[in-house]
């Protein structure tokens, strides 16, 4: 990693409806993660979440992009909803040993927590020390009960970061919990699942203060309906300037 500056993409990449806005007019299925490298430095591999990958796929996906390109990887499910963060070592070691094949483009673990999991911060300790090191990891509460001084300072003492959401369903708490900052953009209701200029303001403006102070971002548009979030991850990357990593 260089200084720090801050990396916009989306969550995915794989969607049909962004063709002809963001992918050139039927760009096949196998083509569109190189298409996409091309303009975005950064992707949140959505995917992960829902089954582990085939070898072939991760080499597949490091070897598509070029160099200077990074991906955030979203845990399995099994992990965070249906073992829920307990006896989860062999788990997680499994799914580390397949994502680790991305190689030094991968960059952040994400680990999204079930919406009804509320706060227990031994559990969240316990979890936390399992993780493998080497790669950054960053943690999505949808249950408001985590939102306490107490779960920020167990994320402090593992270098964690508490991903900072807009989204009708969570506060947008901006506590900062490690060297780096992990911003999900779920779409709300306000902005009818797009963000305008002024929408994203405030959030260029924390982004930019997080830059100056040598804090890295990943940053990550999940409102994929219409093609909204690569239209808005330019326009972030337009608003972020200079602070804005490119590839």
Request: aromatic content about 12%.
């Amino acid at each position: 990693m260089g200084g720090a500056c801050i990396r916009v993409g989306t969550s995915g990449w794989s969607y049909a409806h962004w063709d002809p806005s963001f992918y050139p007019q039927n760009t096949p299925a196998d083509k569109r993660l190189a298409a996409y490298a091309q303009r975005l430095p950064t992707v949140e591999i959505d995917a992960t979440f829902y089954r582990l990958p085939s070898e072939h796929a991760v080499t597949t996906w490091r070897d598509e992009v070029p160099p200077g390109f990074v991906f955030a990887v979203k845990g399995s499910r099994f992990v965070t909803h249906f073992r829920r963060l307990s006896d989860t070592d062999e788990a997680v070691a499994n799914f580390a040993a397949r994502i680790s094949l991305l190689g030094d483009k991968l960059e952040v673990m994400l680990w999204q927590l079930p919406p009804d999991l509320e706060a227990d911060t031994g559990l969240l300790d316990r979890f936390l020390t399992s993780l493998p090191r080497g790669v950054r990891h960053a943690i999505e509460f949808r249950h408001a009960s985590w939102l306490t001084p107490e779960t920020f300072e167990v994320l402090r003492a593992h270098g964690a970061a508490h991903v900072h959401v807009s989204s009708d369903k969570m506060p947008a708490d901006l506590t900062l919990t490690a060297d780096f900052v992990y911003v999900r953009f779920h779409g709300t209701a306000e902005y009818h699942g797009a963000y305008t200029h002024p929408a994203l303001e405030p959030w260029s403006e924390f982004l930019t203060r997080q830059a100056s102070a040598g804090r890295d971002g990943y940053v990550y548009f999940n409102n994929d309906f219409e093609g909204h979030a690569p239209q808005d991850a330019a326009r972030l990357i337009a608003m972020l300037g200079d602070e804005a990593c490119h590839v």
